[in-house]
């Protein structure tokens, strides 16, 4: 993979999946635009970046807020000239409780997020892929998405609407040389933990484990990559071979 020359902006990139991402993404030659709620954290990645390249934006952004995500894009694309390839990663997750004992206020905040966040973003970078006639767009989904899980009625409502609207996406610009694709993780290493390799045994796997930040993020980024020129409107489960729930 080779990223060099490429603009890359990850939304939740502070940690977990989203700052592996980054990571990997400088590592092989991008330049980076980060956006996360969490400034501090996002700060400490781009110090981390460092080693790989100055070339990085970042944003205390929260990507529920329309007019905040169009600011920043566009601040950006003033920035770089461009944007090629777009993660969008940042979501609302935890929590597991049974439908009933959660209420409308909740539901909202995670659509606001984890699908509106999705769509103004989206929204907003398309166009200039569009005139440019290349991007790359990788949404991060959930087996959640594909199986539901329970406790987890409304995220796993939130991940099957990232999942179908990438591919209702795809339909609409694949042609015209912006490839659209969705990756859906099962269980992974908790976020809190630094080490992008961590991993921890998990049942919810035939393979034993849960997957790694770095994991995760070697199929993003493969699929942002020139080597993915023939892939567009997946959804790509990483699950190490998923117990279904
Ligand atoms: N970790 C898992 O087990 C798992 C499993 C399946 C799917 N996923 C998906 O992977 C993605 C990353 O999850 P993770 O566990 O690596 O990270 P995480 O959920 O711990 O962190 C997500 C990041 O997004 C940021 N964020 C949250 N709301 C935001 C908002 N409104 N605007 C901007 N940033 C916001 C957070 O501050 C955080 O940095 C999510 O889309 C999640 O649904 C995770």
């Known amino acids: 993979m080779d990223f060099h020359g490429r603009v890359a902006l990850v939304t939740g990139a502070s940690v977990g999946i989203g700052r592996a991402t980054a990571l990997e993404l400088a590592e092989f030659g991008a330049k980076l635009i980060l956006l996360d709620i969490n400034y501090d954290k996002l700060l400490k990645v781009k110090e981390e970046i460092a080693v790989y390249t100055e070339d990085v934006l970042v944003y205390k952004c929260d990507i529920s807020d329309e007019q905040a ?21 940042a979501a609302l997750w935890r929590g597991y409780r049974p439908f009933l004992t959660t209420e409308s206020g909740e539901w909202k905040r995670f659509f606001d997020v984890n699908v509106l966040g999705t769509f103004y973003m989206t929204h907003a970078v398309l166009p200039s892929m569009l005139e440019q006639k290349y991007g790359r767009i990788i949404n991060v989904a959930s087996v959640a998405g594909v199986y539901g899980n329970a406790n987890m009625a409304c995220y796993s409502a939130t991940k099957g ?8 996406i795809a339909k609409e610009v694949t042609d015209k040389g912006v ?21 921890e045994a998990s049942n919810l796997a035939f393979i034993g484990r849960s997957g790694s930040d770095r994991e995760n993020a070697n199929l993003i980024c493969f699929l942002a990559s020139e080597e ?18």
């Open 228 to 245: 993915a020129s023939y892939i567009s409107c997946q959804n790509i489960q990483i699950d190490g071979c998923r117990r279904k729930q």
């Open 179 to 199: 490839l659209v694709n969705a990756v859906s993780p099962g269980s992974v290493s908790p976020a809190e933990n630094d080490d992008v390799n961590y991993t």
């Open 161 to 168: 609407a990232v999942i179908s609207f990438t591919k209702a």
């Open 69 to 89: 995500v169009r600011e920043v894009v566009a601040d950006a694309i003033a920035h770089f000239g461009k944007i090629d390839i777009l993660v969008n990663n």
